[in-house]
């Protein structure tokens, strides 16, 4: 057996076996790219390049910023208000609590960029309110958990971020969010639309009208918090920000108007902000500093040229090429989390879409959105446990519930995978690629 293979083998091999005894990623991405680079004679100083040069990338310059602008919105009560806006807005529709479930994920997406700090939120007050109303169990959690993954491809998204990192080949972060907010806001009314026909048809309620007043206060004070969405979303699109400056000045306006306008944020509470931030912070830079040695490693052992010749062996046609991609990728989201498959699968398949003509930027919505169905589908599901576990539902009384939402989530990757103009008519339009 020859090294290269030997090698592959001990890196793959190390890796599953550390994961599968719950050694943390961070720690089973450095120690398999450790052992094999003794086997293979890689210079440690190699692997600690790599690592320092993955952390301090421009790129991943934003991240802090976002994440502290997600903390401190969620905790200053901007869930609730975004909440109270989407009930004014479509709340007396029939099933309207649904559709404002849809609507205010597609909001909080823009804020926390995390399907499962959705859920986490958001859902801990839906589910429970949507179920006191009438709606069934599963059909509440399945609205939840489905809308909640708009947060993957609606900017400011970690994952799009983890993509840029991986793939390691002077992307823009600006150009990739830009890419995610047609394909965004395409699956929300998707879903919305599935959301209202199957409350339509069982009949599920209407919510309780507000008075003028009232709505006028609501949509008052939403307003304020909506212009942290529109800092992040307007200042990169018309390029008066970049993405690291738009995630800066929107968690300082965001510290503001919870701290003066709603009163909601003391000292107290934005010190465990920045406490909630900085463990955040840290796993992320810590995943992302080993995948960098571990891409590279598998770099040197030449894994993404290996699989394109594997893949040129079934076909040399590019749409029978992404088929299998997605196929592989949505497979695998059923078995491992999101934000580790996109660190390894990035430099293995990114080679391979680049070598088929594929444009960057469109390949990696098509990763991050066939990898978000894994968040919803057994036995991993992270956001499908996140929802069960608030309504107190086991898993396998739920699935009944998800399948119409399912086939409306494939039915939209299909559609961004078809018409590729979807995901890049707004970068084009607005100069970002050609």
């Not at 600006?174 to 879903?191: D, Q, R, W």
């Not at 997605?326 to 989201?333: H, S």
């Amino acid at each position: 057996m020859s090294p290269i293979v030997s090698g592959t083998a001990i890196l793959f091999g190390t890796l599953v076996f550390l994961m599968l005894v719950r050694v943390p990623i961070s720690f089973s991405l450095g120690i398999s790219a450790l052992i094999t680079a003794i086997y293979i004679d890689i210079p440690f100083m190699n692997l600690f390049q790599k690592m320092s040069t993955g952390i301090t990338s421009f790129t991943f310059m934003c991240v802090p910023f976002f994440i502290v602008m997600a903390q401190i919105m969620t905790d200053g009560g901007i869930s609730d208000r975004l909440t109270k806006f989407c009930n004014v807005l479509v709340g007396r529709m029939k099933g309207g609590t649904a559709i404002v479930n849809c609507i205010v994920s597609m909001f909080f997406g823009g804020i926390s960029g995390s399907s499962v700090a959705d859920v986490s939120s958001i859902g801990a007050f839906l589910i429970p309110s949507m179920i006191k109303e009438g709606y069934d169990a599963d059909y509440s959690i399945a609205v939840t958990c489905t809308s909640s993954v708009e947060g993957v491809i609606i900017p400011p998204s970690q994952n799009m971020i983890f993509f840029i990192v991986a793939a390691g080949s002077g992307l823009s972060i600006s150009t990739m969010f830009m890419a995610g907010y047609i394909p965004g806001l395409l699956l929300t009314l998707a879903l919305c639309i599935c959301s209202y026909i199957i409350a339509v048809k069982k009949g599920y309620p209407v919510s309780e009208a507000k008075s003028w007043r009232e709505n006028i206060r609501i949509v008052r004070e939403a307003m304020l918090g909506l212009v942290t969405i529109l800092i992040v979303a307007v200042g990169i699109t018309s390029g008066v920000f970049t993405a690291t400056e738009a995630g800066a000045i929107a968690a300082v306006y965001a510290l503001i108007i919870t701290t003066f306008v709603y009163r909601t944020m003391t000292l107290r509470k934005f010190a465990d902000c920045l406490l909630k931030s900085l463990r955040t912070l840290s796993t992320i830079m810590a995943i992302i500093a080993t995948s960098s040695a571990f891409s590279y490693v598998l770099s040197y052992l030449k894994v993404p040229a290996r699989v394109a010749t594997a893949f040129l062996t079934v076909s040399d046609n590019p749409s029978v090429i992404m088929f299998l991609m997605v196929l592989m990728m949505i497979a695998l989201g059923c078995f491992m989390d999101m934000g580790i498959l996109i660190i390894l699968l990035t430099p293995i398949l990114y080679p391979v879409a680049m070598s088929f003509g594929f444009n960057p930027y469109h390949f990696g919505l098509i990763m991050v959105l066939s990898l978000g169905l894994g968040l919803l589908t057994p036995p991993v599901g992270t956001t499908l446990w996140a929802g069960c576990a608030i309504a107190g539902v086991p898993i396998e009384k739920t699935i009944k519930g998800f399948l119409p939402f399912y086939f409306t989530y494939l039915i939209v990757l299909i559609l961004i995978i078809a018409l590729p103009n979807i995901s890049l008519i707004l970068p084009r339009v607005l100069g970002y690629v050609a």
